[in-house]
């Protein structure tokens, strides 16, 4: 059932239409059976057009409801066309874009996109182990005709943790906006995401220091970033692509860009069931308002 690979074509073939993507959505969401989300019944039939109707309550619900597909106005084949480029590519495409492309307006692909990415959000369940490199960065916010020089901040700062491979290839990263370089904003970071038997290896920067009770931590002269290549690397490659999808500067949807990031990067072994790793996420997150999302809580 679950769909596999990066073939658009193959895509194309399996969802033909709205119908195909409903039918996909409710197996998902009810494969270990049905929950009346009002009454609590476990009893009931399924009906024509995906739908579930309850013998507890007579409710009907749809495979959408609760979902972050719920109320989506362009249609579901669309927006599993979307959440299939999000999730395959190597780079995701802008708002601007991906609107043109299925001739949705911006806004309405901007909204979407961000219920992607919350469904993209790590479950901190597995943290980093192993060689972790940590770093931190500064990004967006770049000023019109001041290219660099950027005083008025709303760059967002940025703390980063890279696990490396044996060959000190990059296996898995995750990022968080941080409000300064202290170990109090560092610590959210650690806790979530870095295990207490990793090797940690950062710069000389003192913000460290204190996260040495827990952790094990080696500082290590950044010697111009010769030190911590891999992560000059991955930090140059989130900045850039941040510039292609223009981005918004502020902090609070920043994090949902890294997570995005992060989430395909740490998938990239496992590209052949992302689309449908992704989908599942979706169906099993809560229903997010357009508030929520502009708030970005
Ligand atoms: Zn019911």
């Not at 609760?66 to 299939?84: E, M, P, Q, S, Y």
């Not at 307006?105 to 972790?132: C, D, H, I, N």
């Not at 689309?275 to 229903?287: D, G, L, Q, T």
Request: charged content about 25%; glycine content about 6%; some cysteine.
């Amino acid at each position: 059932m679950k769909f596999k690979g990066k073939n658009i074509l193959h895509f194309m073939e399996r969802f033909p239409n709205d119908e195909a993507c409903k039918a996909y959505l409710a197996k998902l969401k009810w494969h270990d059976g049905f929950t009346c989300p009002k009454c609590g019944h476990t009893k009931g039939c399924q009906k024509k057009g995906y739908k579930y109707h309850c013998y507890g309550c007579d409710k009907v619900e749809s495979s959408t409801a609760g979902t972050l597909f719920h109320k989506v106005k362009f249609g579901l084949r669309k927006a599993f066309c979307i959440v299939f480029e999000m999730s395959t590519s190597s780079q995701s495409l802008s708002s601007i874009q991906m609107g043109e492309r299925y001739g949705i307006r911006q806004g309405t692909a901007w909204y979407f996109m961000q219920k992607v990415r919350r469904a993209m959000e790590s479950s901190k369940k597995y943290p980093l182990e192993g060689l972790v490199h940590v770093d931190e960065f500064v990004v967006g916010g770049q000023e019109k005709g001041a290219p660099g020089r950027s005083y008025k901040t709303n760059k967002a700062k940025v703390i980063i943790a890279l696990e490396l491979n044996e060959k000190r290839k990059v296996k898995r990263a995750y990022a968080k906006v941080i409000d300064d370089y202290s170990s109090k904003s560092f610590t959210p970071l650690f806790e979530q995401h870095i295990s207490q038997s990793a090797k940690v290896v950062t710069d000389k920067w003192s913000g460290y220091n204190p996260l040495k009770k827990e952790y094990d931590i080696e500082q290590i002269p950044s010697n111009n970033g010769r030190n911590f290549k891999e992560m000059h690397i991955i930090i140059h490659k989130i900045k850039s692509w941040l510039r292609t999808i223009h981005a918004p500067v502020s902090k609070q949807h920043m994090e949902n860009y890294l997570n995005e990031y992060c989430y395909r990067l740490n998938r990239s072994q496992a590209k052949r069931t992302i689309f449908h790793n992704n989908i599942s996420r979706m169906v099993n997150a809560n229903p997010v308002s357009q508030l929520q999302i502009i708030n970005g809580n």
